[in-house]
């Protein structure tokens, strides 16, 4: 019998995982560092809120969340929860999100690498904004997409 292969996940350690908490800290605290905001979204299994700094990204109009680093805990819980909240300061905005087939982020992964690249391309294993289309379908299963409905 074969294992199972395991979601692409890269967790944040050490100093980078240090640095992500206070960059959710200061999101919480009203700076938002190059449009960061803190994701609060209810644990799947401990039913408690859990938080931790965001790139929302805009498309076309329409606001997604990517999840550089794979299939997270964030993602995770996502999916259960179907939406959660938005953080900057004392200005919380919840949201609904809706998970993209794979089929269907190319463009959105494009535009966030565009946008964000220069803090998350090491996640995407040599994937880049400039990457053909098929290069971005190929790694779109490994980087969860979700389409939110924020609530002003």
Do not use: C
Not at 20 to 35: H, T, V, Y
Not at 38 to 57: A, D, F, Y
Not at 88 to 94: D, S
């Amino acid at each position: 019998m074969s294992a199972q292969p395991q979601p692409y996940y890269v967790p944040a350690r050490g100093l980078e995982a240090r640095l992500n908490r206070l960059i959710g800290r200061l999101a919480r605290l009203g700076l938002s560092l190059a449009g960061t905001a803190e994701l609060s979204v209810r644990g799947r299994v401990s039913g408690k809120l859990q938080r931790i700094p965001v790139n929302p990204h805009t498309h076309e109009g329409v606001k997604y969340l990517v999840s550089a680093r794979g299939h997270s805990q964030w993602v995770r819980n996502m999916r259960a929860a179907g939406g959660g909240e938005l953080r900057v300061g004392r200005r919380v905005r919840p949201f609904t999100a809706v998970e993209v087939p794979p089929a269907e982020r190319p463009a959105v992964l494009r535009s966030y690498l565009r946008r964000w690249g220069w803090e998350v391309d090491r996640f995407f294993q040599g994937v880049t904004a400039g990457s053909t289309d098929e290069e971005l379908l190929a790694a779109a299963g490994d980087h969860p997409v979700f389409r939110i409905t924020v609530s002003d």
